[in-house]
């Protein structure tokens, strides 16, 4: 069956959905976008995902030709068109139609594009398992160059990284910041629990700040749990007796070895299997 997929106002089948090649987010990565969760048919946190996407849009200049709840109401449209109850919404805005120059000045009209699918979860048996991860070598982008709260459409920092760590044959790699800090996976955010405490790195050290990290702490903290974020170091991810990540798509995962370390008794802790299922719960709208 055809997607009906939102571009520019329109809901248009999947085979006519079709931007310029001389569209800027094609060009240069010049844009921004969201990964939201449908769960139930309800739309999850889309407030919070509508908000982070203005900012980034803010931040590099780029006029998103909507509101933020006409915007709202084309997503939840999209999902209907589509018959979504459980899967996963893309929402991306590219700087538009422009010239074969870099220069942002000659995109008229920035392009939004909302589709609306079902999503490919890491295998059930990965959360019983855990998952096994490396550190890359890449560095997270310096914040002076590209903040990492903007979810921009270039994604090549991460894609580096990600290839370390297929390259190693597992499906994550850590990342971390040019003072040597932990800050991010390519995709998911970092908690790890040492002493009962969860620990997470703080947005300053090179994350995006993550919704469902947020949702996390907050669960965290309802259960009593203390959630500090601090600046990690690779050490700390080596000797911690839990570790876990967080995402979208991801939701929450227990990591069990990193770089040939194995994390408590190399199995997810806990800790982290009580806020996978909590959030699995509070996602779903049963917890
Ligand atoms: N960091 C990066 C680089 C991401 O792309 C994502 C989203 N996939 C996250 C963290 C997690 O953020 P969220 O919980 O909002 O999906």
Not at 65 to 75: H, K, R
Not at 128 to 138: H, L, W, Y
Request: net charge negative; glycine share 10%; hydrophobic share 40%.
């Amino acid at each position: 069956m055809s997607l009906k997929i939102w571009i520019d106002g329109e809901l248009v089948d999947e085979q006519n959905a079709k931007i310029s090649v001389f569209d800027h987010g094609l060009l240069y990565g010049d844009g921004v976008f969201e990964g939201i969760r449908v769960y139930n048919g309800g739309i999850f946190e889309l407030a919070a995902h509508i908000k982070r996407l203005y900012e980034s849009a803010k931040v590099i200049r780029l006029e998103i030709p909507m509101s933020e709840s006409d915007l709202t109401q084309a997503v939840e449209k999209t999902v209907e068109a589509n018959g979504i109850i459980d899967g996963y919404v893309r929402l991306v805005v590219t700087r538009g139609k422009g010239t074969l120059g870099i220069s942002p000045l000659t995109c008229a009209s920035a392009s939004i594009i909302i589709i609306a699918d079902c999503i490919q979860l890491y295998p059930e048996a990965l959360y019983e398992t855990g998952m096994k991860i490396v550190s890359a070598t890449t560095v997270r982008n310096h914040p002076l160059s590209l903040p990492p709260q903007v979810k921009s459409l270039n994604y090549l920092n991460n894609i580096l990284a990600k290839i370390e760590a297929l390259d190693n044959n597992v499906p994550e790699a850590v990342m971390y910041n040019h003072e040597g800090f932990v800050a991010e996976a390519t995709g998911d955010n970092i908690f790890i629990v040492k002493d009962g405490k969860v620990c997470t790195p703080p947005v300053e050290a090179g994350a995006l700040e993550g919704i469902t990290r947020g949702v996390v702490m907050k669960i965290a903290r309802a259960d009593n749990i203390e959630v500090v974020e601090k600046n990690l170091t690779k050490y700390d991810l080596y000797v911690c007796d839990e570790f876990f990540l967080t995402g979208t798509a991801a939701e929450v995962i227990g990591i069990i070895e990193i770089d040939g370390r194995v994390i408590g008794d190399g199995k997810p802790g806990p800790i982290t299997k009580s806020l996978r299922e909590k959030f699995f719960k509070y996602a779903r709208g049963k917890g």
